[in-house]
T-cell receptor, first 119, second 112 residues
Framework: DTEVTQTPKHLVMGMTNKKSLKCEQH?????MYWYKQKAKKPPELMFV???????INESVPSRFSPECPNSSLLNLHLHALQPEDSALYLC??????????????????FGPGTRLTVT | QQPVQSPQAVILREGEDAVINCSSS?????VHWYRQKHGEAPIFLMI?????EQKGHDKISASFNEKKQQSSLYLTASQLSYSGTYFC?????????????FGSGTRLLVRP
């Protein structure tokens, strides 16, 4: 199974709402990522989790709160978003090297994304 | 810094060849290539690692010049299915963290 699933596919929320995006993979990958993608732009990295620990936060506003409950799941909690946060949110996963192993670079598998609209 | 891709867009007839370039201002550990069709997720194409190792599973080929911090993706005998936006992703590996920075993309349209 080389699939990354994301729910919901579409989400419309008001600026005072609280919602969550979910991502799941069963490939045994120990790195998971959240990206934000605006129309006709490349994916922009938001967060990286490696071995269920947050390893990279690309200075994302605190209204976005990631969570990695276990090695297969990744959530993105949303609160008090702004209209400019409307975008496609992509989740991805990849293998990750273990401590003591030689570093390498692994392909990322992307989910279909959640299309978020903030009104 | 975001890698620079060229060209920004290209239109081909089926069967024609194309080259997409990716250039970074930083030393690179690896370069990834992905293709994204409209409304879909990016799909992995190739990884080129520092030291020359190349990973990929498609008929599309690529090169990586570490000294020049550049990579090129070669699409030969293009098929209609090659249409989409191609992104390179660069892994600078400045520390132990691992992240990709994607280029601005190259939009490819293959016509019958």
């Amino acid at each position: 199974d080389t699939e990354v699933t994301q729910t919901p596919k579409h989400l419309v929320m008001g600026m005072t709402n609280k919602k969550s995006l979910k991502c799941e993979q069963h490939m045994g990958h120990r790195a998971m990522y959240w990206y934000k993608q605006k129309a006709k732009k490349p994916p922009e990295l938001m967060f990286v989790y490696s071995y269920e620990k947050l390893s990279i936060n690309e200075s994302v506003p605190s209204r976005f709160s990631p969570e990695c409950p276990n090695s297969s799941l990744l959530n993105l909690h949303l609160h008090a978003l702004q209209p400019e946060d409307s975008a496609l949110y992509l989740c991805a996963s990849s293998q990750f090297y273990k401590a003591g192993e030689a570093m390498s670079s692994y392909e990322q598998y992307f989910g279909p994304g959640t299309r978020l609209t903030v009104t | 810094q975001q890698p620079v891709q060229s060209p920004q867009a290209v239109i081909l007839r089926e069967g024609e060849d194309a080259v997409i370039n990716c250039s970074s201002s930083k030393a690179l550990y690896s370069v990834h290539w992905y293709r994204q069709k409209h409304g879909e997720a990016p799909i992995f194409l190739m990884i080129l690692l520092k030291g020359g190792e190349q990973k990929g599973h498609d008929k599309i080929s690529a090169s990586f010049n570490e000294k020049k911090q550049q990579s090129s993706l070669y699409l030969t005998a293009s098929q209609l299915s090659y249409s989409g936006t191609y992104f390179c992703g660069t892994d600078g590996r400045m520390d132990s963290s691992y992240k990709l920075i994607f280029g601005s993309g190259t939009r490819l349209l293959v016509r019958p």
